[in-house]
T-cell receptor, first 114, second 115 residues
């Protein structure tokens, strides 16, 4: 069954703690992306990666870090430097070789800072 | 001016009617445009994409693009209660072939299909 998985589905964190969100895909897509969504808002790009061992900052990268050691995995760490981390985090993946490279999303992780 | 603008709604249509969802964008060089459907508490699901001026039809859905007016729309024919969701418009600001797509999303339009 091809798809994108994210874990955990819900995550609670105390202020000052770092947490890592998992994203795995078995679609053989080259590119992977992380977005956050706040209530009533659109998706905002945090980081993206076009190839293994390479990634670029998106529009709101401050307070986040990523790695891309394997093609199928793109974990996101939310650090204590992120001032307002409570949000719905979405991972996506796409081809890079096509003309339009449409993105497909995982089920998301809902992070709440207590 | 926001890069991608959508009316937040809610847009209320009766069952069986046509729902028309609109989106405008500011970057005239944008090449491709996407519509996603998002049910409450769930992740976005790709419905359609369009890249040429004119209409593109897929079942009950029709995407329309007018690059001169920087306007994209999604029509849903024979609207069903299961179509009730938030519809997100996304614009690809990426320019280079062989690279990741760089999507900018609107805030979405909430559609309610009433019985």
């Amino acid at each position: 069954d091809g798809g994108i998985t994210q874990s955990p589905k819900y995550l609670f964190r105390k202020e000052g703690q770092n947490v890592t969100l998992s994203c795995e895909q078995n679609l053989n897509h080259d590119a992977m992306y992380w977005y956050r969504q706040d209530p009533g808002q659109g998706l905002r790009l945090i980081y993206y990666s076009q190839i293994v061992n390479d990634f670029q900052k998106g529009d709101i990268a401050e307070g986040y870090s990523v790695s891309r050691e394997k093609k199928e995995s793109f974990p996101l760490t939310v650090t204590s430097a992120q001032k307002n981390p409570t949000a719905f985090y979405l991972c996506a993946s796409s081809w890079t070789s096509g003309s339009y490279n449409e993105q497909f999303f995982g089920p998301g992780t809902r992070l709440t800072v207590l | 001016q926001k890069e991608v603008e959508q009316n937040s709604g809610p847009l209320s249509v009766p069952e069986g009617a046509i729902a028309s969802l609109n989106c405008t964008y500011s970057d005239r060089g944008s090449q491709s445009f996407f519509w996603y459907r998002q049910y409450s508490g769930k992740s976005p699901e790709l419905i359609m994409f369009i890249y040429s001026n004119g209409d593109k039809e897929d079942g009950r859905f029709t995407a329309q693009l007018n690059k001169a007016s920087q306007y994209v729309s999604l029509l849903i024919r024979d609207s069903q209660p299961s179509d009730s969701a938030t519809y997100l418009c996304a614009v690809n600001r990426g320019r280079e072939a062989g690279t990741a797509s760089k999507l900018t999303f609107g805030t979405g339009t909430r559609l309610q299909v009433t019985l």
